[in-house]
C-alpha cells in the first residue's frame, strides 16, 4: 500500500468542513420547523378544535332546549280544541338538533383525528431522531477530524524541503539558465 498523497489543495478541506457546517446548520433549522410545525398542529387539532367543538356542543344543546320550550309555550296557546301549527318552531327545533348533531360528529372527529395525528407525529420524530442525534454528535466530530487533517497537512507543506518538490527529485533549475 502507497503511502503518499497526491493532495492538490488544502483550501478543498476547509471548504468541505464549511459544506458540513452550513449543511448542518441548515438541517437544524429544518428540523426545528419540523419540530415547530407537528407541535403548532397538535395542537391545534387537540386544544383549539377540541374546544371549538366541545362549546358548539353546549350552545346546540342549550339552542336544542330553548327550541324545546319555545314549541312548548306555542303548543299551550289553543284555540278551541285545536292545537297551533307551530311550523317554525318545529324547523327551529329540528336545526338545533342537526346542529347539535354535526357538534357531536365533529368532536368525535377531533378525537379520532387527535389519536391518529399523536401517533404520526411520534413517528415524525422518530423518522427525523438519527438526523438529529447525527448533527449533535457526528458533525461536530467529523469537523474536528476535517481540522485536524487540515493542520496535518499544513504541518506537512510547512516540513517540505527548501526547494519544493523540484529539490526533493533531485532536479535543479537555475534561474534563467539552462543545463
Known sequence: MSRAANVLSIDVVEQM??????????????????RMSLHRATQWVQYDQKEFWAQESRRAQEA???????????????????????????????????????????????????????????DCRSGIAPLAEWLQTDVPRALA?????????????????????AAASGETHSSGQGN
Not at 153 to 160: F, G, H, S, T
Request: with cysteine; proline share 4%; aromatic share 6%.
Open 145 to 165: 477530524m476535517l481540522r485536524q487533517l487540515s493542520l496535518a497537512l499544513e504541518r506537512y507543506v510547512d516540513l517540505a524541503p527548501p526547494g519544493g518538490a
Open 64 to 122: 336544542v332546549a330553548e327550541a324545546k320550550l319555545n314549541l312548548e309555550r306555542k303548543r299551550m296557546f289553543r284555540f278551541g280544541d285545536r292545537e297551533p301549527p307551530c311550523y317554525e318552531e318545529k324547523k327551529a327545533l329540528e336545526a338545533a338538533k342537526r346542529r347539535g348533531e354535526r357538534a357531536r360528529e365533529k368532536l368525535e372527529a377531533v378525537r379520532c383525528w387527535s389519536r391518529l395525528l399523536d401517533r404520526e407525529a411520534h
Open 17 to 34: 468542513a464549511r459544506a458540513v457546517q452550513a449543511f448542518a446548520q441548515e438541517a437544524s433549522i429544518a428540523l426545528d420547523d419540523v
